[in-house]
């Protein structure tokens, strides 16, 4: 049996509309996404009861899908079966993504669970190489798009974000612990005008099972507010949420989407 355990983005409910069968639905309680109907509620401060509860329900297999903002942890709300997991979350809680997610991943396999990716259940959410939109992509995006890989590879290092913005190779932002729409928001009353790509790859030594980047109709409606041209992700790195969607977005608003394949 498969759990879902969603945040409150635009992943689950993308996912679970390319599911055959509907799986457990879990959410750390605070980060239920809107429309979607969770089927468990569990705090931080019992995380060891609810690795239980799942356990005991038959799930064998858990999907990590969607955002959550790292929760301060009460003390005073610290349950017994979880009480021998706090070092491990307190040291999660003081790394970047990537490494809070690889110390999340090695709680629930300790205690039994495969981690299964959201584009392993639900390959569709993968998009092949190529330029689907009718905007195409040309010389200067693609040498911006250069530059974008070196900047998200050197971020990778120190484990900050997983995209930028990029100008005639100048980095105009890049994306922190706001997010991506926080980034595109930045840039809507930017000096320079308009022109330049959205660059998103995932993180070069990024465990791909969890918090592979993603994009949806959001993500351009915001790239289009901050005049860029169009928006480059790395082929079978990055997921497109509402694919029809996205590209009859760009197509609406003059952008183009670039799946690079390298």
Do not use: Y
Request: overall charge negative; glycine content about 10%.
């Amino acid at each position: 049996m498969l759990a879902l355990i969603v945040g409150s983005d635009d992943l689950p409910a993308a996912l679970l509309a390319e599911l055959d069968h509907p799986p457990l639905i879990c959410a750390l309680e605070g980060h239920a996404p809107d429309g979607i109907a969770v089927d468990i509620l569990f705090r931080l401060e019992r995380l060891g009861t609810f690795l239980a509860d799942l356990s005991a329900r038959g799930v064998r297999e858990v999907c990590l899908a969607g955002a959550i903002t790292r929760p301060k942890i009460d003390p005073q709300k610290i349950d017994a079966a979880t009480m021998p997991l706090i070092p491990i979350l307190q040291d999660a809680m003081m790394k970047g993504d990537d490494g809070a997610l690889r110390a999340v991943i090695a709680i629930f396999e300790d205690a039994g669970f495969a981690i299964r990716p959201a584009h392993e259940i639900a390959p569709r959410l993968l998009p092949p190489p190529g330029c689907p939109t009718r905007r195409q992509v040309d010389q200067c995006a693609q040498a911006d798009a250069l530059r974008g890989a070196a900047l998200v590879g050197a971020m990778s290092d120190v484990d900050v974000g997983q995209c930028c913005a990029v100008h005639n190779g100048q980095a105009l932002a890049i994306e922190a612990l706001f997010g991506t729409d926080w980034l595109l928001a930045s840039l809507q009353d930017r000096p320079d005008g308009a022109g330049g790509i959205l660059f998103k790859a995932p993180k070069t030594q990024q465990d791909r099972r969890v918090d592979l980047p993603a994009i949806g109709p959001r993500t351009v409606t915001g790239a289009a507010r901050a005049g860029l041209d169009g928006i480059v992700i790395q082929a079978k790195g990055v997921l497109v949420l509402h694919r029809a969607q996205v590209i009859a977005e760009c197509d609406r608003l003059g952008l183009f989407l670039w799946v690079r394949a390298n």
